[in-house]
Each structure stands twice: as C-alpha cells, then as structure tokens.
C-alpha cells in the first residue's frame, strides 16, 4: 500500500525568507508526485508534478520540488515567499502503473507566512 | 471553463437522516472522483466514475454511502443514515483520461456536519 507522510504540520515562516516543505512517500510500486495547494476557502489547485524525467520540478510562482527515488522524498521548497503564498500544503501520489488517478495523500502542511 | 461546482456548499442535517451532494465536473472531463476530508487531515480517496461506471470503491465507502453517475455528467453522493463520524468536507474532481498523470481539477467541497 502507498503512504504519504508530511514531516510538518504548520511552518512559520516570515516573508521574503526561504521555506522547505518535507513530504516522504511509501510505495513498492513507481508513483506520480503531486503538490497541491488550497487557499483559504478554495478549492484544491495543483501546484506541480513529477511525472519523470528531470527530477527538479517547478510551478509558476516560483515552488520547486525535486524528486529523490534513494531518499523517497520530494520536498517542496521556495527560496523567498510572500505573504500570498500563506495556505494547506497537500503532497500526494498516485500508481503509475494503473491507470486510476487515485490520488493518496498526506495530511498536510499550513504554510504561514508572516510580514 | 466553468470548473468543477458542488452543491450544496453546506449542509447541516441530524443524526439519522439521509443527505445528497451534487457535483458538476469539468465538461468535457471522463473521469470523476469522490474524496473525503476530516479536519487536519488531508483528503481521502472514497470513489471514481469513468464515463458512467464507478470503477473503485474505497473500504471507507460503507454500504450506507452510494455513489452514481447515471449519464457520465454530474454524479451524486449519497448518505443514508448519517452519522455523527460522517461530519466532513466532501470534495469533488475530475479529470480527462488517460492517465494517473492528468491533473485533477477539485471543486470547493460541500461541508457536511452531522448533529
């Protein structure tokens, strides 16, 4: 069965500082790597996703995460946020191999950004 | 482009009763999904339709939950005698197939709180 855990529930952070967001996946099989964000009374959004290929991904507004097989991981990181980017942090998986979309995820991560 | 919309956006009902949520997926999107989510925790995978046959069914999804997508359009969910463990933010999504890499496009969830 596949696992997501997210290290942190709530990280503080003040603005134009760096941030890291850490996510390890449990899984005996390949999976697709997933951030999804949700701001305050929205619906969730993706963020990014890694699918294959170069193991660094990134979004527009300026996230990135990057894709470790060895240490199970792919954290999400961004080198100055701002006080917009204060939202839930999901990371999920979902099996390559079939071809459901289910998508498993952890239990989240508040990223608050402080002035 | 309409997005995914979900109805109602709060629903309040006491114990016993029986409760109905629409979603309304991206149009021109196969793939319908069904995931629950309690607080401080992040969503969990109930159900998903192809078309209109619901592929998967989550063990969470007891026998007083049903799901339908009677014309691969907007499906209903729906729980029979509910209970107080059923209090929720229930969220919707879809997405075009193929492919566990297609993003899924969430709408904004109906709140369910059991009395």
């Known amino acids: 069965a596949q696992s997501v855990t997210q290290l942190d529930s709530q990280v503080p952070v003040f603005e134009e500082a760096p941030v890291e967001l850490r996510c390890n996946y449990s899984?005996?099989?390949?999976?697709?790597l997933f951030w999804y964000v949700q701001y305050p009374n929205q619906g969730l959004q993706l963020l990014l996703k890694?699918?294959?290929?170069?193991?660094l991904v990134e979004s527009i507004n300026g996230f990135e995460a990057e894709f470790n097989k060895s240490q199970t991981s792919f954290h999400l990181r961004k080198p100055s946020v701002h006080i917009s980017d204060t939202a839930e942090y999901f990371c999920?998986?979902?099996?390559?191999?079939?071809?459901?979309?289910?998508?498993?995820f952890g239990q989240g991560t508040t990223l608050q950004v402080k002035p | 482009d309409t997005g995914v919309s979900q109805d109602p956006r709060h629903k309040i009902t006491k114990r016993g009763q029986n409760v109905t949520f629409r979603c309304d997926p991206i149009?021109?999107?196969?793939?319908l999904y069904w995931y629950r989510q309690t607080l401080g925790q992040g969503p969990e995978f109930l159900t998903y339709?192809?078309?209109?046959?619901?592929?998967?069914k989550s063990r969470l999804l007891s026998d007083r939950f049903s799901a339908e997508r009677p014309k691969g359009s907007f499906s209903t969910l729906e729980i029979q005698r509910t209970e107080q463990g059923d209090s929720a933010m229930y969220l919707c999504?879809?997405?075009?197939?193929?492919?566990?890499?297609?993003?899924?496009?969430f709408g904004p969830g109906t709140r369910l709180t059991v009395l």
């Open positions: 999504a879809s997405s075009r197939t193929p492919g566990s890499f297609n993003e899924q496009f």
């Open positions: 899984s005996s099989v390949s999976v697709y």
């Open positions: 890694y699918l294959s290929g170069s193991t």
């Open positions: 999920a998986v979902s099996m390559s191999y079939r071809n459901t979309g289910k998508l498993i």
């Open positions: 149009s021109e999107h196969n793939r």
């Open positions: 339709f192809q078309n209109e046959a619901q592929l998967e």
